[in-house]
């Protein structure tokens, strides 16, 4: 199974044998890789049906949950991990549902698309309008998209909530990391991804 690059990092981040719940999880196929390769438990959260379908084929188990509604129903520490997976901006409450990653979860896997990107920057202040980019390709009136960040927006929030960020990627356009996303990942990274934890785990 062909994973996208972003998804093979997290996929890299996870010990074997964790038990995972993975929130938005689309069509499952992190879920799917990391049973096949890595032993990994675990769930999806997801509420597209025809997702739902494809996690189903694809042997997944799979929870049909709005996470805007909360995850209340889960015990606190009942996973090694919780994964969410450029869904973070689309959500209403996004910091509500990283405090849920963290109370249910030991640690905390996130990405998103980043509006630090150089591209967003030139297209707001040269051209004067809301960025569109391969990372970011709805339009203002049609984009899913509720609460935009950048890479330092998110590394201030965990700054401010005390989780500790363990590791972290910014990659471009094709899901890679590069010398340029390494050293400036604020500007030249199009996607972030994050793994954190409480201060003191």
Known sequence: MTLRRDLELIADWIRPGSHILDLGCGDGALLAHLAETKSITGYGLEIDPDNIA????????????????????????????VVMTQSLQALHFPERILEEMLRIGREA????????????????????????TRALP????????????????????????????????AVDRHHRETPA?????????????????RHGG
């Open 109 to 132: 896997v996130t990405s998103f698309p980043n509006m630090g990107h150089w591209k967003c920057r030139l297209q707001l202040a040269v051209a004067g309008h809301m960025p569109v």
């Open 181 to 197: 996303t390494r050293i400036l990942p604020n500007l030249f990274g199009e996607s972030a991804v994050f793994r954190f934890e």
């Open 54 to 81: 494809r996690c189903i084929a694809r042997g997944v188990d799979v929870l049909q949950i709005d996470l805007d509604r909360g995850l209340s129903e889960f015990d606190s520490c009942g996973f090694d991990y």
């Open 138 to 169: 709805h339009h203002w009136y049609d984009t899913p998209n509720i609460h935009m960040c950048t890479v330092h927006d998110f590394e201030r929030l965990c700054d401010a909530h005390g989780y500790r960020v363990l590791e972290r990627a």
